[in-house]
């Protein structure tokens, strides 16, 4: 049964820094590209970032450049967004993503809210 979980997430002021994690299985998570998107009230889901299978890639949403970082361990089988510099319009739902060809799979989500 494939599963990814997300944690890690809560209640920040702004300038603070969360680090999410999303440990996964259930399929083999070294073949699969990795990302985090998130969503925030009455807005549409946006990508965040992006890393390849083996890591040695990525990219980010240009608002997210520079503040945030994604990384992976494929030997724990997880994939990490540490967010530094948070603002309050980084408060949403992130959700981690696996893709591999036409294979998709969702965790659940974790709330960030950026607020003093």
């Known amino acids: 049964q494939v599963q990814l979980v997300e944690s890690g997430g809560g209640l920040v002021q702004p300038g603070g820094s969360l680090r999410l994690s999303c440990a996964t299985s259930?399929?083999?998570?070294?073949?699969?590209?990795m990302s985090w998107y998130r969503q925030a009230p009455g807005k549409e889901r946006e990508l965040v970032a992006v890393?390849?299978?083996?890591?040695?890639?990525?990219s980010y949403a240009d608002s997210m450049k520079g503040r945030f970082t994604i990384s992976r361990d494929n030997a724990k089988n997880t994939v990490y967004l540490q967010m530094n510099s948070l603002k309050p319009e980084d408060t949403a739902v992130y959700y981690c993503?696996?893709?591999?060809?036409?294979?998709?799979?969702w965790g659940q989500g974790t709330q960030v809210t950026v607020s003093s």
């Open positions: 993503n696996a893709r591999r060809g036409l294979g998709v799979h």
């Open positions: 259930g399929f083999t998570f070294s073949s699969y590209v």
């Open positions: 890393i390849s299978s083996a890591g040695g890639s990525t």
